[in-house]
C-alpha cells in the first residue's frame, strides 16, 4: 500500500475516533464553571467609544483627486462633495503629512465635478470650471501648503462647455479647452502673471451638435508647438 493512502486512512481514522469522543445525540452541552468571570467583567477597563461625525446623506462624491505637499513626500486628498450638480459644493482637504482636515464650501452655479485641472509647475493645482450665471470660465487654485482653494474669478469670457481640460505646457503656461458655440475654444493662463494671456477663441471645425463631447489637450503636441511652431490641433474625440 502506498504511502499516500496510508496518510489518508489515519486521517480518517483520526477524524471517526474524535467523532466517537463527542456528545452523544441529545445530550446537551455542559457549561464550563467560570467562578472568576464576575470578578474579571468588574475589573476590566471601560472601552471608550470614539465619535466619527454624521454620515454625509444626500450627496454625491464623485470627484476626489491627490496633490503633493510642499515636503515632496506626503499628499493632499482633495475630496468634493455636491448635493445638485451646480451645488451646494464643498471641499475637503485631507492633508496626509499633518493629518489635519479642512473644510470649504466652494463658489455655487459651478460643475467642479467636470472641471478641467492640471497641477502647475509651482506646486499649485489648477481648477477650471464656468460659471451658470454667466456661462464664462473661472478659475480656482487650490495651495498645499495652505490647504485652501482661491476662486479666481471669470478668465475667458463667452467660454462653456461639458468639458474643461486642461494641461500644463513645455513653457509651464496652462493651456485649457472649452466651448465657443459649435466649436472648441483654446486659451493660454500664465501662473506667474494669474491671468489668461491668450485668447485663441473658437479653433477646429464647427460640430453640428455642439462641441460638448469629449475632447482633449495633448501635452506632445503643445511640445510640438513650443519648440517647433507648427500648427498645433485639438483632437476632437
Partial sequence: MSTHTDCWMGLCA???????????????????????LKQSLEKAPVLH???????ARGVNVWERWLVPNPD?????????????????TWLHAVDLGTGEV??????????????????GFDGKFYIATPSRRTWSMDMFVYDPATNTLEE??????????????????????IYGTGTRGN??????????????????GPVGPSHPNG??????????????????????YLPIL
Fill in 102 to 119: 479642512k473644510k470649504q464650501r466652494l463658489a455655487d452655479d459651478h460643475q467642479f465635478y467636470l472641471s478641467g485641472r492640471a497641477l
Fill in 211 to 232: 462641441a460638448w463631447s469629449r475632447y482633449v489637450i495633448s501635452s506632445l503636441a503643445l511640445l510640438q508647438l513650443h519648440y517647433n511652431r507648427r500648427t498645433c
Fill in 49 to 55: 467609544t470614539e465619535s466619527l461625525g454624521e454620515p
Fill in 14 to 36: 483520526a477524524a471517526i475516533l474524535v467523532v466517537s469522543q463527542g456528545p452523544a445525540a441529545g445530550e446537551p452541552c455542559r457549561v464550563a464553571d467560570q467562578p472568576e
Fill in 152 to 173: 479666481r474669478g471669470e478668465i475667458v469670457p463667452g467660454l462653456g462647455g461639458e468639458v474643461r481640460p486642461l494641461v500644463v505646457g513645455p513653457d509651464g503656461r
Fill in 72 to 88: 515632496g513626500k506626503t499628499w493632499d486628498v482633495l475630496q468634493i462633495y455636491f448635493k445638485e450638480y451646480y451645488g451646494p
Fill in 183 to 200: 466649436q472648441v475654444g483654446l486659451y493660454i493662463y500664465d501662473p506667474k502673471l494669474g491671468k489668461v494671456v491668450k485668447d485663441f
